[in-house]
């Protein structure tokens, strides 16, 4: 801007004007704080300023109506150092200076005093008062610091001058501002003021614009666009207010400067310059409406682009130019006719030509919102001129019209870019101007500019993703090429249209479209889309029945003209209506059977139609195809490990889980046809393709989850824009008709309108699974098909099995029990085949398992372990039980373990021989144990029941297998007594065994336990079959006792009874049992001497042992052996006696002594050993007579007591 707030100088003028250059460059350099009035936040602005020779004319004496060009700070410059200089001349015109100032009410000024090195080297005594102590004194007061300042001549280098003249730059920004700062405040204050007084009748817009302008253009200067910007929108919203107010029948007197006529219709012309001219009329008050908006919007737009917000001057323009053409209306300004157009179209070009200058990637779609709304809008209003100026399609120019042209040419008046550099035209095809000039000039170029602002218009408006806007763009350029004879291209944006009104079912407009696409494909002889098109008129439920049925005619008429040999597909969208496709067959559908389907049609046509044949393709899947399913419907996990072997800072690990569908339908699309039927997948619709979608799964370090996302693998064929690919109901699709052998079919039906029934058949010769795809309605010449996806209700699919026979071999309802005749059942499932009577099935059973047939025909009474079994005539799809008997020998049964056997079933309805492996339970079993009392033996057999059914026991005996051995047994219990066993009940049985001590060695004998048992049932009454003999063998070793242990516990002498705290004796006594002496020792040879070893174990809670607590002892035949030691109870009450354990010593450096022949004689063989061992007894070889027995114990006495306790 020109015009800056002005400062004054006086004083010296020509010490000014050495130093005016460096102040004018230096003062904007750095920014300075604005601290404004009213509680507005502070700003940081850059000060520029004009300097002017002082004079008392400039002062302003009236109230401010203006801001720029006028005097805001004044500064008085001197170079004076001497003091008496000072007072004699000096300060009587500093004095006049501020007098003159102070009389006008100013009190922003300045004295600046130079001083100049050389100065201060004269004066080598210093003053008691300088010059600028005397300013200060005489004129400063109480901002004599600020006011009155010094400065060191500049023009020197040194630091000093360099700290002083900055010092002189910030205090004089400071207190400019502050100027500034107090003359705006006036300033607003005035203009508040006027604008009080708009209701006032003597008030001007024009007039106040001005004034309100003039504070916009001061805070431009100061670089606050976005304050200057605020400032014209109040303009503009003031204006607009009056201009409704007007409406309203409040219109006040000076607003009838803008309604007067409009001569002159120039565009915008959007540059960052202040249109002078435009400003002398608003000051004359002689300018139109449209001049001015221009004006106030080219201000609007110079301000933003100075705030980079380019696409705010999109967002603005189209409201702009609606609310022009609205504010022409209101006023009734009187425009000739195309004026308002041809500045709308220039305004337009204006605007979009502007926001090339800002190509920033960022801010593209952003542009791209705003500026397709203005190519359309400069698209309808070239559209009106050429209405207007007959230059459209179809029409002629007259003369009239030719005059029409040249008065709206000369209405826009001189190109504002007329002087601008070839450079400077963004756009190749000229300025706004030139081109609507152009456009005017003849039906051809009127015909390039209109087809090129409406490509752009509607590619810009598809770029934003407004694809109804663009389809109204192309429905005008159907109407202008049907209007040029170019019915092609019409159809291509009448196909967009109609697919568009379609999807969003506006089925009145797709009715009209179709309506011109027929008209359209009759004027190109295109007859398979007529065809096609009026099938759709024909079905339309929005049109009329007389219009129906004519197209219904034209249709019958226009398939006669086909050729023979040819067919024509149609989608039968919106014209038939598949509903549900119904199973009719009952049962399950095998292979050469018939299968009847209902489907249910509704015909929207007017009339009855014949087709020839009306049937629905069945696409086949071989037997694998289930298998192929599972394979890919598995989740499959794949763990990237390189991730953190190549990326060490990385704490993620990723994991892949793909999943496909595993419905019938998702399969059905993705699966390959069967018989080599060839599908091209590019053929198939992208809509009914399923998503391949993944889980994605990112791991920790730690191998816990992070983050799952879903990913689809396939988005780029899926995700593409629907405008030019084509949505769901794409008018001009190619119908791909499948090719499958497989079909239901119906022929000759007639489909009447409204609701119809049809049943179809067929044989199935395949084994599989068959899915119906497409449904065909063939009529001569024409074949209506319906894909799968439009058929109503969920999709028909046909399971045709062949199915093998099975056989299976189980229990009926609880476990097998060895040892008891237990049920069986043979089941045989007849699959899909049929099973003639008298068909085998051979079972051949294990060693030890029999069984019979138990059928009335077949029954058997004994159990063998091959059965051959025949069947009764078995259906398709049944089965048949025969029951079975089988019994399983029941073994020694010393544990739990189940009894298996393996049962061989082979026959000529299957494949091959089946083994099945059966497992009984066994029902109890037995265990055996020997008792000792002294030499005395006891034998006890236990049977224990393993399962819930009641099994009794009777006539149980045990005998001995060697009948050269003469050991007797001697029952213990009743001989005829009868024992129940269950689970967890057992019950035992005891034998007494007579031992000869005279025989020599203790040699194994070999027994055998029998007893008698039967099953119980509920009510625990024997079943109905013969007792059965359970046997079990084991043998006896070391059965002899070999020595006694006597003990007892005796108080020491003086005591009657032991007493805790006490020491007592503990007397043990050893005595080998006396048995036949072998051949040696009657011979009188020496036997190798048996040393034991003896321990005594007691609980150091009741006894403390006192010396050693084991020996060894050597015993000869008979002798007995005692051991005496020191023993201590601890309590009173009955102590059991402390246990003495027994064990075999073997000295180091001595053989092993082994038993032959199961005899007791003890033989050393094997190596010697370099240390002493223990061999344990085994149970009933050393008998205790002391085991159990207690000792009665007296408590401690007081004393002994409180001894023991603290022990």
């Not at 400019?176 to 405040?185: E, H, I, K, S, T």
């Not at 030019?724 to 791909?736: A, E, F, M, T, W």
């Not at 089965?879 to 082979?906: F, K, W």
Request: one cysteine or more.
């Amino acid at each position: 801007m020109n015009r800056r707030p002005i400062v004054t100088y006086a004083g010296d003028n020509s010490l000014f004007s050495g130093l005016q250059a460096g102040l004018v460059t230096g003062l904007p350099q750095e920014s300075v704080e604005w601290r404004r009035s009213y509680g507005r936040p502070s700003r940081c602005v850059h000060v520029e300023v004009d300097f002017v020779p002082f004079s008392e004319e400039c002062l302003v004496k009236d109230a401010p109506r203006t801001i720029l060009g006028q005097p805001i700070f004044h500064t008085y410059w001197t170079d004076c150092a001497d003091v008496e200089a000072y007072k004699s001349g000096m300060r009587d015109s500093l004095q006049a200076w501020v007098v003159s100032l102070k009389q006008q009410g100013i009190t922003d000024w300045m004295v600046i005093l130079l001083e100049t090195p050389d100065t201060r080297k004269g004066n080598k005594l210093l003053p008691r008062t300088t010059v600028l102590d005397k300013i200060k004194n005489d004129f400063g007061g109480k901002q004599a610091e600020s006011r009155c300042v010094s400065v060191i001549d500049p023009l020197k280098t040194d630091s000093r001058s360099m700290e002083s003249w900055q010092t002189l730059l910030t205090k004089m920004r400071q207190l400019l501002m502050v100027a500034y700062n107090r003359a705006l405040n006036r300033f607003e204050e005035s203009m508040r003021a006027e604008r009080e007084r708009r209701t006032e009748k003597s008030w001007s817009f024009c007039s106040y614009f001005l004034l309100q302008e003039e504070l916009a253009q001061v805070f431009q200067l100061l670089a606050l666009y976005d304050e200057a910007l605020v400032q014209y929108d109040e303009l503009d919203a003031l204006f607009t207010q009056f201009v409704l107010n007007s409406a309203a029948g409040d219109s006040p007197p000076w607003l009838g400067i803008f309604s007067q006529a409009c001569e002159k219709w120039e565009g915008l012309h959007l540059t960052s310059e202040l249109d002078t001219v435009i400003q002398g009329k608003i000051q004359s008050k002689d300018i139109s409406l449209l001049e001015f908006r221009n004006y106030l919007f080219q201000r609007q737009c110079a301000l933003l682009f100075q705030l980079n917000k380019p696409w705010e001057v999109a967002s603005r323009a189209l409201m702009f130019l609606q609310n022009t053409v609205g504010e022409l209306k209101i006023l009734d300004v009187t425009v000739a006719p195309g004026g308002v157009s041809c500045w709308g179209v220039l305004s337009c070009l204006e605007v979009i030509d502007a926001l090339h200058c800002f190509k920033d990637p960022s801010t593209t779609d952003a542009h791209a919102h705003h500026t397709a709304p203005l190519w359309a809008y400069a698209r309808d209003k070239l559209q009106e001129l050429g209405t207007l100026c007959g230059l459209m399609p179809g029409s002629t120019t007259d003369s009239a019209q030719l005059h029409t042209v040249i008065s709206l040419v000369y209405g826009m008046g001189n190109d504002p870019h007329a002087h601008d550099k070839p450079q400077d035209n963004l756009l190749s095809q000229g300025t706004p101007m030139t081109r609507l000039k152009d456009s005017l000039s003849s039906p051809q170029a009127f015909k390039k500019h209109f087809l090129d602002l409406s490509e752009v218009a509607i590619s810009t408006y598809k770029h934003i993703g407004r694809i109804r806007s663009a389809r109204l763009i192309g429905r005008d350029l159907a109407t202008f090429y049907m209007a040029q004879g170019e019915p092609q291209k019409a159809a291509t944006f009448l196909s967009d249209q109609l697919t568009m009104f379609l999807e969003e079912s506006w089925l009145l407009l797709a009715a009209q479209t179709h309506l011109n696409l027929a008209k359209c494909y009759l004027a190109t002889d295109d007859l398979e889309r007529y065809i096609r098109t009026c099938a759709q008129l024909a079905g339309s439920v929005v049109l009329g029945t007389e219009v129906r049925k004519q197209h219904f005619a034209k249709m019958i008429d226009a398939i006669q003209n086909v050729k023979d040999g040819k067919v024509l597909l149609i989608p039968s969208d919106r014209i038939f209506e598949m509903g549900d496709l119904k199973l009719v067959s009952e049962g399950r559908i095998i292979l050469e059977s018939e299968v009847e389907v209902e489907l249910a049609v509704l015909s929207k046509l007017p009339d009855d139609v014949s087709c020839d044949s009306v049937y629905v393709m069945l696409q086949h899947y071989h037997e694998d195809f289930d298998a192929t399913i599972k394979r890919t419907s598995e989740v499959e996990r794949k763990t990237s490990s390189s991730s953190a072997s190549s990326q060490p800072g990385k704490q993620q690990s990723s994991t892949v889980v793909h999943r496909s569908g595993s419905s019938s339908t998702e399969a059905d699309r993705n699966s390959v046809p069967s018989d080599g039927a060839d599908t091209d997948s590019s053929k198939l619709n992208p809509m009914t393709q399923p998503l391949h979608m993944s889980l994605h799964l990112e791991y920790k370090q730690d191998k816990s989850l992070s983050s799952a996302s879903v990913t689809c693998s396939n988005s780029h064929k899926v995700l593409r824009r629907r405008d030019s690919q084509g949505g769901l109901y794409k008018v001009d699709r190619n119908i791909v008709k499948e090719d499958h052998k497989d079909r239901l079919l119906a022929n000759d039906v007639i489909i009447r309108p409204g609701h119809n029934t049809i049943i179809l058949s067929t044989k199935v010769t395949k084994k599989g699974r068959y899915t119906a795809c497409q449904i065909v309605l063939a009529l001569d010449k024409v074949e209506f098909i319906c894909g799968k996806m439009a058929v109503g209700g969920p999709p028909l699919c046909l399971e045709v099995v062949s199915e093998s026979p099975h056989i299976f071999l189980g229990r009926r309802d609880r476990d097998l029990l060895a040892g008891m005749h237990q049920p069986m059942v043979l089941t045989v499932h007849s699959g899909s085949w049929h099973i003639a009577k008298g068909t085998l099935v051979k079972l051949r059973t294990s060693r030890g398992l029999s069984m019979k047939c138990d059928n009335e025909d077949q029954n058997s009474k004994t159990l063998e372990r091959e059965l051959e079994v025949e069947l009764p005539e078995v259906s398709p799809f049944s089965s048949i039980a025969v029951p079975l008997t089988v019994l399983a020998e029941l073994g020694p049964q010393r544990d739990a373990a189940t009894v298996e056997h393996t049962v061989a079933i082979s026959s000529s309805i299957i494949d091959q021989r089946l083994d099945i492996d059966v497992h009984f339970i066994p029902p109890f079993m037995s265990a055996h144990k020997l008792h000792t009392a002294n030499s005395s033996k006891f034998v006890q057999v236990t049977v224990t029941g393993l399962v819930t059914r009641a099994v009794e026991l009777t006539d149980p005996v045990l005998t001995v297998l060697d009948p050269l051995q003469q050991v007797k047994l001697t029952p213990l219990h009743p001989p005829t007594q009868s024992l129940v066993v269950c689970t967890e009940q057992a019950t035992s049985y005891m034998w007494g065994m007579e031992v000869d001590y005279e025989q020599e060695g203790t040699p194994v004998i070999k027994m055998e336990f029998t007893i008698k048992y039967q099953p119980l049932d509920e009510q625990s009454q024997p079943l109905p079959e013969e007792p059965r003999t359970y046997t079990c063998t084991f043998d006896l070793q070391d059965y002899k006792t070999l020595y006694t242990i006597r003990a007892r516990v005796e108080p020491s002498k003086g005591s009657e009874l032991c007493r805790a705290g006490n020491m007592c004796h503990l007397h043990i006594m050893l005595q080998q049992v006396s048995s036949k002496p072998s051949a040696k020792e009657v011979d009188g040879s020496s036997a190798p001497q048996h040393s034991i070893m003896y321990e005594v174990l007691a609980d150091q809670t009741m006894w403390a042992v006192c010396g050693r607590t084991a020996g060894v002892l050597t015993l000869e035949g008979g002798v007995r052996q005692s051991v005496t030691m020191d023993v201590m109870p601890l309590t009173g009450g009955f102590l059991p006696l402390p246990s003495v354990r027994l064990s075999k010593y073997i000295p180091a450096d001595s053989k092993q002594t082994t038993p032959r022949d199961g005899g007791r004689k003890m033989d050393y063989i094997g190596s010697a050993s370099s240390v002493p061992r223990l061999q344990p007894f085994t149970p009933g070889q050393v008998y205790n007579f002391s085991k159990a027995q207690q000792v009665h114990v007296l408590p401690a006495s007081n004393t002994l007591q409180g001894d023991l306790s603290l022990t």
